[in-house]
């Protein structure tokens, strides 16, 4: 299954070079960590995100990109409804976790750090909050995600449909999720494989942080 995701991810990708991605503009994140996913330039980058461990009994996320290269992954040896998940490079190195909050609050919160959560005084570098459509149940707003007062990104769409956007506050698209398309006929991928498409500027580590959390909010 890893070598057909390889070689479809660098086929699409191929064939999408005059495809419109998100638009530049706003700001980015702002998480610096070391990036090997994507080049340089003004163009979007885009990772395959297949929701499955390499490893058997894990469950977890195994991320190629459009070279076919294993760039992130997640191992979650215990069960889905862990309080902390770990976003590794692809020698198992620490990049982010993602900390569902314990403070009793009317609504649910996660916390990302960087590397591996060490000890209870290591500060957060952003926040994420669950968004609870009570006034305007037709809009589809999923979370937010907060650096500070001044820095927040949007997400709307839809998770369980792999359809989502990240807006900055200016509302320019800085990563989008979509389904996986194929171009080889009678190949489904289904809702376990999808693109993670990233603009040029954004942390891709960041975006996968994203994704996390929304797996974790909403399946």
């Known amino acids: ?22 638009s530049n503009g706003g700001d980015v994140g702002r998480y610096d960590g070391d990036d090997d996913s994507s080049g340089g330039g003004g163009e979007p980058s885009s ?10 009994g894990c ?25 902390e998940l770990v976003l590794m490079d692809a020698s198992g190195k620490p990049i982010l976790t993602v900390s569902r909050s314990k403070k009793l609050k009317m609504f649910d919160n996660w916390l990302v750090f960087e590397g591996e959560l060490s ?26 995600v907060y650096y500070d007062e001044k820095n927040m990104y949007m997400i709307e769409g839809s998770y369980m449909d792999r359809s989502c956007k990240v807006l900055d506050k200016s509302r320019n ?20 494989v999808f693109d993670l498409v990233i603009n040029q500027g954004f942390d891709s580590g960041l975006a996968m942080a994203i994704i996390l959390l929304l797996d974790q909010m909403f399946l």
């Open 1 to 22: 299954m890893l070598r057909l995701l390889k070689s479809l991810s660098r086929t699409v990708h191929e064939e999408r070079g005059q495809d419109q991605e998100p």
């Open 47 to 56: 990772l395959t995100v297949w929701r499955k461990s390499l490893f058997v």
């Open 119 to 144: 000890s209870k005084e290591q500060k957060p570098i952003c926040r994420a909050r669950k968004h609870v459509n009570v006034l305007w149940p037709k809009v589809k707003r999923l979370a937010r």
């Open 173 to 192: 698209v800085v990563v989008e999720i979509r389904r996986k398309e194929t171009v080889t006929k009678g190949v489904s991928f289904g809702l376990e």
């Open 59 to 83: 469950s977890g996320f195994t991320v190629i990109n459009s070279n076919g290269d294993l760039v992130y992954r997640v191992d979650n040896y215990g069960s889905h409804r862990r309080q």
